[in-house]
């Protein structure tokens, strides 16, 4: 189902997680950010922010394709004004509605869809205030749930010792307690879930034990597990005067002494009028000692704290217990608290967002789902299903009937081995993968009947083998996984392929070493398009397909690729995305899944490159050519087959082609997938970053052709702006391609386009450097810091179109600038250490670090990186890959908190 959740609080957050795991497309809507980004980077959802009664941030979210809104907010009066629209503007089928107020009755006029069109109303506080009634009714149970109309229960105690079934097995329950009609379904052990049940399984003390029995046989059931059956309930206290401690008071008081603690005045007055005589509220602290003493804590059967503040809440807890309550619950919204304490002193931690989520769930579900109950806050579901449909709805959730697993995240008791092995996992399915893509190559190879053929094949066949050896020693360890992974794997990726990558090269040309080959491997996947190759007309034509076709598939990024056509490695799409995906600000979504995200993004990619290859083919390119040039276009690699580059064509339709889809690809191709999605080109000018792309190439083709016109260096205005444009756009693409050798020109024209190689090429497209977005975002900060220096109160935040951008990216992109810079010149430094003259060795690590390819100098587009020596070739190989991955992605492995557990 397509569903979209308003409101990432408690309980949104809380759905997602439960909903997101069943595949099903999930979109959260929260004016929130902070919220929204750790929701994002844990779960496969995607983040929209704004205000969900907003018809524009609805259909941003892509609430015209939803199945069902869930409106969650903290505010009913959102809520119910979302589903109203919702229903009215977009005719969505399902709207659910959290609502506190009891003012609004399920199936009332005013819910009917000629009102607020709200389909299910769930109210947090009653289900809140139904779990706690049970739990009184049962002072001895964790938690009891219902099902087949009340007429069988699932009920979780902890088991003490001296219990009758305690120490036993549970082959000896039916002689233990005979006629007694239960089930131990579960059973908690030490915060783990006991992997199987069988009869030699025994009861131990301090398990948590799930019991199925009937309703009538519950009290039994209870005893069985404790010493002696705890008296039942006469006296409550209640710490907290809000809806859920006045819900609770006004439906315990008629059948148990109840005293309720609230320390605001006016909210005491209120709720004495709405309780009468019949509840004593007391004006006060509840973590208030010498309160607790007067009012005879220790006489309490059941001491509840329910305030809104988790701290509090505990340690009201704690204290009563202390001074002789006999059994105490703390109401707790953060898990991370709930999970802390519960079976400590405190003997039951109740989550509110899991008291509702059940409920949500089983509207979710609906159909053959009778009820939903979450377990454990949210470890464990307990399910309710028409037995017809039992095999098919247990498939389709992907679940067994009442199986309990390990919390969602963590790893489970089988995940003892290495740590990092689940990279490796992936890492060999994106070997087999690769592996794969030489079978483009290969069929060259086999149609042209060259030399090349074999090498090709022995190169798959020892690629796919590797990785079916990594993935098969691996998986066995295999979990979700978190961010440091995603930086590792990325790492590994990028280091790894070339190295595989270069086989074909290194074995069909023997004077080419091994470094030479891994240096044009990793040119190629890193798109930068430096060779150390000569001769490129002699060579096999499947080895120059390979090398263009390196930088296609490097372009986008073999991971992207990976992540949308292997989701049953259970990658953790959203750290492997966020760590291979160029720009600073990453944690956009266009779609829900990230699978589908990248499926997405390599459909567009797919799309522009058929219509490249189309219009090669028309502008007079041999096909081979085309399908060639067209890989080294798209990837913005420039690679050629040719050693003139496209200087070998001599051909304006050619350069015209060229010159449109390097501009094309220099833009975020994200812009493409939304304007083909919403039917519209306008988006494309509406972005900031793409519309200063195209204002930043106009300008300085028309610069360096009026540099050149003004230096005479061509005589006809036409050639002039010709040669200007392509080969301006070519560099400021960081493409690489060339018809002159522009080293050549007036100083200050190729000095240029080095300069905006560096930064011109939008986040998101094939192109390397800085990122355009980055520089514009220190422009801002420098024209703020500049209005600060005049008016010191002013409060000008810096913006990117209509969005606040927050301090941690504006900290990131400093941090990175500085980073950018330091390995620039430490990278410089060190090629003129080896003995490279100083512009050969600025230039080249400019042109590797953007991946650009030529430089200047030995370098420049008359030559090659051919003469480097090894050491100098590594140099330039590892700023590559810096340049490739954004630097932070490799260099977080060098840090030692990396590595710490």
Request: charged letters at 15%; one cysteine or more.
């Amino acid at each position: 189902m397509n569903i979209i959740i308003l409101g990432a609080g408690r309980v949104g957050e809380s759905v997602a997680e439960s909903l997101v795991s069943e595949k099903n497309d999930i979109t959260v809507i929260d004016p929130d950010p902070a919220r929204l980004r750790p929701l994002q980077d844990r779960l496969d959802l995607r983040g929209v922010v704004g205000n969900g009664i907003q018809p524009s941030v609805l259909e941003q979210a892509g609430i015209a394709d939803a199945d069902m809104l869930i409106a969650c907010a903290s505010s009913d009066e959102t809520n119910l004004v979302a589903c109203k629209v919702a229903h009215d503007l977009f005719n969505v089928p399902t709207t659910i509605a959290r609502l506190r107020s009891t003012e609004f009755e399920p199936g009332s006029a005013l819910m009917a869809k000629s009102g607020f069109a709200v389909d299910e109303v769930i109210c947090p506080e009653a289900s809140v205030t139904a779990t706690i009634r049970k739990l009184i009714a049962y002072p001895e149970a964790l938690q009891v749930m219902e099902f087949a109309q009340g007429l069988v229960s699932l009920m979780v105690v902890r088991a003490v010792p001296g219990g009758v079934l305690v120490g036993h097995r549970l082959s000896e329950v039916q002689a233990l307690v005979p006629g007694l009609d239960m089930r131990v379904v579960a059973i908690y052990r030490q915060d783990r879930v006991m992997p199987s049940l069988d009869g030699q399984t025994a009861i131990e003390p301090g398990d948590e034990v799930f019991v199925l029995a009937a309703t009538e046989h519950i009290a039994a059931v209870l005893a069985a597990l404790r010493q002696t059956a705890e008296a039942p309930v006469k006296r409550l206290m209640l710490a907290g005067g809000g809806k859920v401690g006045l819900r609770l008071a006004r439906e315990a008081c008629a059948d148990y002494q109840v005293k309720l603690i609230e320390q605001d005045r006016s909210r005491c007055d209120y709720l004495a009028t709405q309780l009468g005589s019949r509840v004593l509220v007391l004006r006060g602290d509840c973590t208030d000692e010498d309160l607790l003493d007067e009012e005879n804590v220790r006489d309490m059967d059941l001491f509840a704290a329910l305030t809104n503040d988790d701290e509090d809440n505990i340690m009201a807890c704690l204290l009563a217990k202390r001074m002789g309550a006999k059994r105490v619950l703390a109401l707790i919204n953060r898990k991370a608290y709930a999970d802390l304490v519960q079976g400590t002193q405190i003997d039951i931690a109740l989550s509110p967002a899991n008291a509702v989520i059940g409920e949500l769930l089983a509207h979710v579900r609906r159909g053959d789902v009778e009820a939903v109950h979450s377990l454990r806050r949210g470890a464990a579901e307990a399910l309710e299903v028409v037995r017809e449909s039992v095999v098919r709805r247990m498939t389709m959730l992907g679940r067994s009937p009442l199986a309990f697993g390990a919390e969602q995240g963590r790893p489970t008791p089988d995940s003892g081995g290495a740590y990092f092995a689940p990279v490796f996992t992936v890492l060999g399915g994106v070997l087999m993968l690769f592996s794969l893509a030489m079978a483009v190559p290969t069929a060259f190879a086999w149609w042209g009947d060259d030399a090349a053929l074999y090498s090709f094949v022995v190169s798959m066949g020892i690629t796919f083998a590797a990785g079916f050896i990594l993935l098969v020693a691996t998986r066995r360890h295999r979990r979700e996984l978190q961010a440091r992974d995603g930086f590792l794997l990325v790492t590994l990726v990028w280091t790894v392929l070339p190295l595989f990558g270069a086989l074909p090269i290194w074995l069909q040309l023997p004077g080419v070493s091994l470094t030479d080959a891994y240096f044009e491997a990793m040119s190629g996947l890193t798109t930068t398009g430096a060779t150390v190759l000569t001769g490129l007309e002699a060579l096999p034509t499947s080895v120059n397909v390979w090398r263009c076709f390196m930088v296609l598939v490097g372009g986008m990024g073999i991971l992207v690729l990976a992540v949308a056509i292997l989701p049953m490695l259970g990658v953790g799409g959203s750290q492997i995305f966020k760590a291979e995906t160029p720009g600073p600000m990453k944690d956009e979504k266009l779609t829900p899944r990230i699978a589908e995200t990248a499926r997405g993004l390599w459909g567009v990619y797919f799309l522009v490159a058929l219509s490249c290859f189309s219009a090669y083919g028309w502008a007079g390119m041999s096909w081979t050519d085309a399908f060639m040039h067209m890989c080294s276009t798209l990837g913005l690699g420039g690679f050629a087959a040719y050693d003139a580059s496209f200087a070998a064509f001599n051909s304006w339709k050619i350069e015209l082609v060229a010159i449109f889809f390097m501009l094309m690809a220099g833009v975020n191709f994200a812009l493409y997938f939304v304007a083909i999605k919403r039917c519209s080109l306008s988006v494309l000018w509406r972005d900031l970053e793409a519309r200063v792309f195209w204002c930043l190439m106009l300008g300085s083709v028309l610069l360096i052709t009026t540099v050149l016109w003004l230096q005479g260096v061509y005589s006809d205005p036409l050639v002039t702006l010709r040669h200007a444009a392509f080969n301006v756009i070519s560099v400021a693409t960081t493409t690489g391609f060339a018809t002159v050798d522009y080293a050549q020109w007036p100083i200050f024209a190729p000095i240029w386009m080095l300069f905006l190689c560096g930064f011109a090429t939008c986040a998101g497209s094939t192109g390397g450097g800085i990122k355009l977005v980055r520089s514009l975002l220190l422009l801002k900060q420098a024209r703020r810091e500049l209005t600060r220096i005049l008016h010191p109160r002013a409060v000008q935040p810096v913006t990117l179109g209509s969005a606040v951008v927050g301090h941690e990216v504006m900290f990131a992109v400093l941090a990175f600038m500085l980073i950018y810079g330091a390995v620039t010149i430490g990278a410089t430094m060190l090629l003129l250490l080896t003995g490279l003259d100083a512009i050969s060795a600025f230039t080249a690590v400019v042109a590797c670090i953007n991946n650009t390819g030529p430089g200047l100098g030995q370098v420049g587009p008359a030559g090659n990186y051919q003469g480097l020596s090894d050491v100098q070739t590594w140099i330039c190989t590892i700023t590559m890959l810096l340049g490739r991955l954004e630097l932070f992605s490799v260099l977080v492995l060098f840090t030692p908190q990396f590595w710490r557990k």
